[in-house]
């Protein structure tokens, strides 16, 4: 498998659940990024780790937990969410920081 | 701070037809320039870059070319195609720094 792979595409959780997004890249890369993309809103940056480092985050609510086991995963743990949290939640890599993107296809959260 | 403002969508045009998608952008110093594209139900993926003042970035029939005088990064295709309907979002990087989006334009084409 290449590329950046993320699980699950699709996700639908009451507000008291606990769940996990996970992404995967095989592409050899140092940094990965999670990313939240809603309607009508820019590309929100979350988070970034450089060498399974955080060295980013964007003012994120701490119901979103995110985890850097090593350079070629990352996890989203989400827990106690908000109706307004459902976005279409995006994992992207690079070789470096600020070198080109390479994109999941997404995980689609609806919050209830 | 950095930002990148691009033009609102959603655009329409039909098939053949010329597009021109505007983005401009504010930043400190001398970023890099992208262009991505979001097919449906996909995630972003790279068209274009360009890393310096008067380099034109191209692929698939794509120009876009950085202008420092009026911090612009403008998108163009002479001849668009159905295939083309997606959103596309420009960006800049300065440095080893995150890179930072606009807001993305919907772009329709009709048959």
Known sequence: ?????????????????????????????????????????PLELMFVYNFKEQTENNSVPSRFSPECPNSSHLFLHLHTLQPEDSALYLCASSRNPGGELFFGEGSRLTVL | GDSVTQMEGPVTLSEEAFLTINCTYTATGYPSLFWYVQYPG?????????????????????????????TSFHLEKGSVQVSDS???FCALSERDDKIIFGKGTRLHILP
């Open chain 1, 1 to 41: 498998e290449t590329g950046v792979t993320q699980t699950p595409r699709h996700l639908v959780m009451g507000m008291t659940n606990k769940k996990s997004l996970k992404c995967e890249q095989h592409l050899g890369h140092n940094a990965m990024y999670w990313y939240k993309q809603s309607a009508k809103k």
């Open chain 2, 42 to 70: 996909e995630g972003l993926q790279l068209l274009l870059k360009a890393t310096k003042a008067d380099d034109k970035g191209s692929n698939k029939g794509f120009e876009a070319t950085y202008r420092k005088e009026t």
């Open chain 2, 86 to 88: 997606a959103v596309y």
